[in-house]
């Protein structure tokens, strides 16, 4: 084979070749959802730091906290916090040899949005009523 020649070999399949699927959006969401865990968990620690060590800083972060922006930021953290457990607990039940089948790994992944939404409003509709009275 010459030096400048390209070796026979097949190529990796390009994305005009690949579908879009609900299993592959449930991965995708899955790797992205425990990137946002990570950081939302990092300001959560932050957050009881500052109640420990800073209580006029812990009011600041309450305060935002409170805002509708901080609001939108506890409802994604809780969300990606739903559809991390759930799917996890679909990997620990693909583990088992089970729900392998290609039409039920598709229901299962739409199931596992609709779930983790209903989750996550369920946990934030609990924590705006379960306050002090």
Same mark, same amino acid.
């Given at each position: 084979?010459?030096?400048?020649?390209?070796?026979?070999?097949?190529?990796?399949?390009?994305?005009?070749?690949?579908?879009?699927?609900?299993?592959?959006?449930?991965?995708?969401?899955?790797?992205?959802?425990?990137?946002?865990?990570?950081?939302?968990?990092?300001?959560?620690?932050?957050?009881?730091?500052?109640?420990?060590?800073?209580?006029?800083?812990?009011? &600041? %972060?309450?305060?935002? #906290?409170?805002? !509708?922006?901080?609001?939108?930021?506890? *409802?994604?953290?809780? /969300? $990606?916090?739903? @559809?991390?457990?759930?799917?996890?607990?679909?990997?620990?039940?693909?583990?088992?040899?089970?729900?392998?089948?290609?039409?039920?790994? &598709? %229901?299962?992944?739409? #199931?596992?949005? !609709?779930?983790?939404?209903?989750?996550? *409003?369920?946990?934030? /509709? $609990?924590?705006? @009523?379960?306050?002090?009275?």
């Amino acid at each position: 084979m010459a030096k400048d020649a390209t070796p026979a070999r097949p190529l990796s399949p390009h994305l005009q070749i690949w579908r879009f699927t609900a299993p592959m959006a449930a991965s995708i969401t899955h790797r992205g959802t425990g990137v946002v865990l990570y950081g939302g968990t990092v300001l959560l620690v932050c957050w009881l730091v500052a109640l420990e060590l800073h209580p006029p800083g812990f009011e &600041r %972060i309450a305060a935002f #906290a409170n805002s !509708a922006v901080g609001l939108i930021i506890i *409802a994604g953290y809780v /969300w $990606a916090l739903s @559809f991390h457990l759930l799917n996890g607990l679909r990997h620990l039940y693909w583990d088992s040899g089970r729900g392998l089948a290609m039409r039920t790994v &598709r %229901i299962m992944s739409w #199931a596992i949005y !609709a779930a983790a939404t209903a989750l996550a *409003a369920i946990v934030m /509709w $609990a924590g705006f @009523f379960s306050g002090p009275a």
